[in-house]
């Protein structure tokens, strides 16, 4: 086989999609939230980021950044083991009780990101409990997906968002056999969110486990802020809640939070755990700083619902197809990848605006899109040219308007 003609050729095939992935090359301001220096065609220019998941800003809160500093001093760089050998810091027990805590959960576990949370968490219980059936939604992010793939367990999908559909493959199952449901508070595509207290009924009439991806609700939902399961007031009813460090925590590294027994079972018995080394304390560090920031501060999380309804609001009003999101994700629509791909260039070259183009397979084919993700600190001024900078895009590429 010719392996270099095999990559090259693959790659070909990509571009002539237009989904061939080019990365934006930045260098984030500390300080100077949300811009970044922008390194494109040998020059350097200032852009307004617009599509960080860096929701909240606390990737570059003062706090934050003296936490890590401050661990950073105090322990180096790197963890040095394994959690089992060596790389046990203090750090990490005092966030694993915060994050237990905060989920109203006996314990919580780290992993080095929520990708590998997933994975590992999903794979070690289909693995190990005998004959488990796992109810995954049918828009489950990949690394639960892979994390279900990898599990010896029987897989069934239902209908996204879709209690009814959960109840009827549920039914069609031996009630006697273990069963787990896993899903998604926030999609972050969509943007939509999922009926939490159906699904715990349909589970719990079935005496199944409950398995909640918090990734795009932590730090952003309930008034404390651990999620959508603290705001629906079921954090009792999901049996295990995962999350990450990386998005509104702003830092790095994943979790799960449950009973005792489940966590110390995947502590014990889970290879993307066990085998991985620690995260580095001063990362530890700067999370627990996030989270007990953002317990204390509801108006962030007001803010940051304020701007998202505020930008939804004024784009529908200029016919820019707004999906009816009800989080604080804004997907805009534009259903062809190479326009999407054109738009998002015009963006940042002509406008200094940078939001990266959405397409398959992330999102299905024609439904290609910018998501945009306001924070609390993107102001009116920098709304308005967000706006006025979509319109000309609109126009000038002739990309369909809302009906
Ligand atoms: C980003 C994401 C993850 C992975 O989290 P990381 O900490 O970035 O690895 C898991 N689930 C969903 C839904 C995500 O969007």
Not at 332 to 344: F, P
Request: proline share 4%.
């Amino acid at each position: 086989m010719d392996y270099e003609k095999f990559f090259s050729n693959r790659i070909a095939e990509l571009r002539r999609e237009g989904r061939y992935r080019i990365f934006a090359d930045l260098e984030r301001q500390a300080g100077a939230f949300p811009t970044a220096k922008n390194y494109r065609d040998g020059a350097v220019h200032d852009v307004t980021v617009w599509c960080s998941n860096d929701y909240l800003g606390m990737g570059q809160h003062p706090t934050v950044i003296e936490a890590m500093s401050e661990a950073l001093q105090r322990c180096g760089a790197g963890a040095g083991g394994t959690r089992n050998i060596s790389g046990t810091n203090h750090y990490h027990v005092l966030l694993e009780e915060e994050l237990a805590g905060w989920n109203r959960k006996e314990a919580a576990l780290l992993f080095t990101s929520g990708y590998v949370a997933n994975q590992t968490t999903l794979s070690t219980l289909g693995n190990h409990i005998p004959d488990l059936h796992i109810f995954s939604d049918a828009l489950n992010h990949n690394s639960m997906i892979e994390g279900i793939r990898q599990a010896k367990a029987q897989r069934h999908i239902f209908k996204h968002n879709d209690a009814a559909d959960l109840d009827r493959l549920l039914s069609a199952v031996d009630p006697a056999l273990p069963k787990l449901v896993a899903f998604e508070s926030v999609y972050s595509m969509d943007g939509d969110i999922a009926p939490m207290a159906e699904i715990c009924d349909v589970a719990e009439r079935h005496n199944a486990m409950t398995y909640c991806d918090e990734v795009h609700a932590v730090g952003m939902y309930g008034l404390a802020g651990s999620g959508v399961a603290e705001r629906d007031g079921v954090q009792d009813r999901i049996t295990i809640i995962q999350g990450t460090l990386a998005k509104a925590i702003g830092v790095v590294g994943g979790y799960i939070a449950a009973s005792h027994s489940l966590v110390d079972f995947v502590r014990s018995f889970g290879p993307g755990f066990i085998f991985s080394s620690a995260l580095p304390p001063a990362v530890a560090a700067g999370a627990l700083a996030s989270i007990r920031f953002l317990k204390d501060h509801n108006e962030i999380r007001e803010r940051h619902q304020e701007r998202a309804a505020t930008l939804k609001r004024r784009l529908t009003a200029e016919g820019i197809p707004v999906l009816p999101s009800v989080s604080h994700i804004v997907p805009v629509m534009v259903g062809d990848a190479t326009l999407c791909k054109q738009a998002s260039d015009d963006l940042l070259r002509r406008h200094d605006i940078y939001v990266q183009p959405i397409n398959y397979p992330t999102v299905p084919k024609g439904a290609e899109r910018l998501r945009i993700t306001p924070t609390p600190l993107h102001d009116d001024a920098m709304m308005d040219r967000l706006v006025a900078s979509l319109i000309e895009v609109w126009k000038s590429l002739g990309i369909r308007k809302a009906a």
